[in-house]
């Protein structure tokens, strides 16, 4: 039996976002590109009699109130059956993911947290079995899930398919250092909606849910990238679009919010790799958070090391 295991949590970006409909419940359905990133949180899960989280060097609560934590439990009272008497697990999140940032944080460490337990276990729950589990969690929890580094998602998130992402680019992430509400900015967008007359909830839910993934084959263009949540986050925090037209100046392929922000992308080409870097040390001069980092490829996982 296992006593350890050490796993990447990685970031993501929102390519392509698209906001199709709502439904009664008040989520949101989406189409959405999300491009997985090797900026990463590090988690390390060790067996125990209980369950506990430790984020050393961070301000993250070490409660329920972090979705790691919930993960945990979640995972424990799901598969009780499946499981020893009495275990638990001691995990250890390493925090360099902004929070509240539009990256996907909080919903890669949840989903490494299943992973890692179902390994450390040795309960092989299929990944299917453990997305649908996830998503009780949250919409992007089963992105992280599967290993795929692209996916497209439809549905509130949660109806994935692999895809093709980026090619030749490094991503230039800045981080403005003040939070967004995802909730806020979803709220905001169904006021915009309901001033435009559009009525969400009239939508086809079956033609919005199976709609075809478009970059099942071909590789994603800097240039199509689309943000709908981007117009709402931009009116309540103009900076976002100060860092956009900075990176653009900067010689950016193009520049986009990620999901509900405020976290703004550039994408640089790979003949633009000295201007990637000059870019990146000039906005580390006025942001704390700023990374030059790589899409993930096909070969790349989630396991760090198991013992």
């Known amino acids: 039996m296992l006593t350890k295991v050490r796993l990447h949590a990685p970031a993501k970006i929102n390519l392509y976002l698209r906001v199709l409909g709502r439904r009664d419940d008040g989520y949101h359905l989406l189409a959405t590109l999300m491009q997985k990133l090797d ?33 945990a439990l979640l995972f424990f009272s799901t598969y009780a059956g499946r499981l020893p008497a009495d275990c638990g697990a001691r995990i250890t999140l ?8 539009g990256l996907g944080g909080g919903s890669s460490d949840a989903a490494a947290v299943l992973v890692g337990l179902d390994r450390l276990y040795q309960t092989e729950i299929p990944r299917d079995e453990l997305a649908a589990v996830g998503v009780r969690l949250g919409a992007d929890v089963p992105l992280f899930i599967y290993d795929w580094p ?33 909730k806020l900015i979803y709220e905001n967008l169904a006021l915009t909606l309901e001033e435009k007359k559009i009525n969400l909830k009239n939508s086809h839910f079956r033609d919005l849910l199976n709609l075809k993934n478009p970059f099942s084959s071909q590789s994603f263009m800097p240039c199509n990238v689309r ?39 550039a994408l640089f080409g790979k003949s633009s790799r000295k201007q990637a870097v000059a870019c990146c040390k000039q906005m580390q001069k006025v942001y704390e958070q700023v990374f030059l980092v790589q899409p993930l490829h096909k070969d790349w996982t989630v396991f760090l090391s198991s013992r």
Do not use: H
């Open 39 to 71: 900026l990463c949180d590090r988690i390390e899960i060790e067996a125990a009699e209980t369950v506990s989280l430790y984020c050393p060097d961070s301000n993250l609560p070490q409660d329920s109130e972090n979705i790691a934590l919930r993960a």
């Open 150 to 182: 692209v996916a497209w998602a439809t549905g509130i998130g949660d109806r994935l398919s692999e895809a093709c992402g980026l090619e030749d680019v490094s991503v230039l992430l800045v981080n403005p250092g003040f939070p967004v509400s995802t």
């Open 94 to 101: 390493c925090k360099r993911i902004p929070v509240a940032a």
């Open 227 to 265: 943000n709908d949540l981007e117009e709402i986050t931009v009116s309540l925090f103009k900076e976002i679009v100060d860092i956009k037209e900075q990176l653009l100046a900067a010689g950016a392929l193009s520049s986009l919010m990620s999901g509900s922000g405020p976290t703004v992308f």
